[in-house]
């Protein structure tokens, strides 16, 4: 079955690269076929990635503990899928008995969690789970024992002051010493992406491009009538009706030829309200999905064509050059063990050095849409961001590459902003965008072929 799966996402993703985004949404799985993946591919994180982080992280017992509906947010991520929250108290312990050996997965349950953690409550002999808990660890004698606390990530403080406490009442005072964060360990898991993963993703980023491009069309968009809160909606429904989720309320916004100047407050916190679309305007959206656990988050643009009008202006089409060459300067500077503060400072060095007006505000995606691993500037901080931005860059992780430039449009006498964000990874191989990056303005109409 799930073999077969995966020969579908296949031909459906090379059936869509040869063809142009205006053809359908690629496959989207039904709900059982989606859990097969998701299954899998959790299998295959615990096996083989996990093992990895622990050792990497010098943690040899990770404990994480929930209640439900009050999830740890790493835990959501190792749930199987037919688990939508845990169950009661859930105890997850990983334990690496060292000398190459498998994990031992255990559930301080009194069932196993799907197929892949062991149940270990035996409520005949440990009538209380917390014994049960203090019996795994003291037969299992850990030298450090991480949990998950942190001052610096809310992915990596899912413990709560609650279990914190009781944990730290039930365990013996010779184990106290042992007790460390496991924040770097929680980061790793969330932040590390999978061969598996990285074969379905590039499909995800598809199905996200195509959403935005069809929102960006005549298909939704007639100049004079529409509004941006009709494109807004117009794209929830879109997600919904697809049988997806998305992560975040869509943004649609406009600049065009008035005299209302671009602030950044506008833009992130107080944005305008709904707005008719009219000729001549530059229409931006802000859009992300979740599909088979994995997030997008993508801006792209669009220009109205004004009646007589062929293609855009060719000042328009110089500043989203422009931001394209920001992409390409950041993405540069991707090298392993570089902080996220280095590649800031770096990138808005070299684009000022190249005459380029540019705000930097990337920041890791994958299991969320703003994910665990080093922040590159914040759109109100483009110095140093601090502990989030200390964090270095680890190979085989993803990033929304989210930026945008200060361009003067003569024609408008004003300044605008190109703003983009597209998702990309860094392995080995260094930088790639996962399903490309918009190089020109959609047109509204689009432009036909053998039509003048």
């Known amino acids: 079955m799930l073999q077969k799966i995966l020969y579908l996402f296949l031909f459906s993703f090379l059936f869509c690269f040869s063809k142009s985004f205006s053809q359908s949404i690629p496959i989207i799985l039904p709900e059982r076929e989606r859990a097969a993946v998701i299954d899998n591919i959790l299998e295959d994180r615990f096996e083989n990635l996990l093992p990895q982080l622990m050792r990497r992280e010098g943690i040899d017992m990770w404990v994480i503990i929930s209640r439900e509906y009050n999830e740890d947010p790493v835990m959501k991520t190792m749930l199987p899928s037919t688990w939508i929250s845990a169950r009661r108290r859930t105890i997850m312990v990983f334990f690496d008995p060292g000398e190459g050996k498998p994990l031992d997965k255990l559930a301080i349950a009194r069932y196993d969690v799907g197929t892949l953690l062991t149940g270990e409550w035996d409520l005949s002999s440990n009538p209380d789970q917390w014994d049960a808990l203090m019996k795994v660890i003291k037969a299992k004698n850990p030298k450090k024992i991480g949990l998950n606390y942190s001052p610096t990530y809310a992915h990596a403080d899912g413990l709560t002051f609650t279990e914190h406490e009781e944990f730290l009442n039930k365990l013996p005072k010779e184990f106290h010493s042992k007790v460390v964060s496991a924040e770097r360990l929680s980061i790793g898991w969330l932040e590390t992406r999978t061969e598996k993963e990285m074969a379905i993703y590039p499909l995800i980023c598809r199905i996200s491009h195509q959403i935005i491009e069809e929102a960006f069309s005549e298909k939704v968009i007639q100049p004079g009538v529409t509004t941006t809160d009709d494109v807004v909606w117009f794209l929830r429904q879109r997600v919904t009706d697809l049988g997806l989720d998305t992560w975040f309320h869509p943004t649609v916004d406009v600049q065009r030829a008035d005299d209302k100047k671009f602030d950044h407050l506008r833009t992130f916190a107080k944005r305008p309200g709904d707005q008719p679309i009219l000729p001549g305007d530059l229409i931006h959206v802000d859009f992300g999905i979740t599909y088979l656990r994995l997030n997008t988050d993508q801006q792209q643009h669009a220009y109205i064509l004004k009646p007589g009008e062929k293609d855009i202006p060719g000042n328009l089409k110089k500043a989203f050059s422009q931001g394209n060459r920001l992409q390409d300067i950041l993405t540069a500077k991707f090298i392993s063990g570089k902080t996220g503060n280095e590649m800031l400072s770096e990138a808005l060095k070299q684009a000022e050095g190249e005459g380029i007006a540019g705000s930097i505000y990337s920041h890791p995606i994958g299991s969320h849409g703003h994910a665990a691993g080093p922040a590159i500037g914040m759109w109100d901080n483009q110095k140093t961001v601090k502990g989030t931005g200390d964090y270095p860059l680890f190979e085989n992780t993803a990033y929304s590459i989210e930026l945008n430039v200060s361009v003067k449009i003569e024609e408008w006498n004003k ?38």
């Not at 902003?417 to 990056?437: A, P, S, T």
Request: net charge neutral; hydrophobic share 35%; aromatic share 14%.
């Open 415 to 452: 300044t605008i902003r190109i703003m983009l964000e597209e998702d990309g990874y860094y392995d080995k191989n260094g930088f790639r965008f996962i399903d490309g990056r918009q190089k020109e303005i959609f047109t509204i109409p689009r432009k036909v072929a053998n039509v003048e």
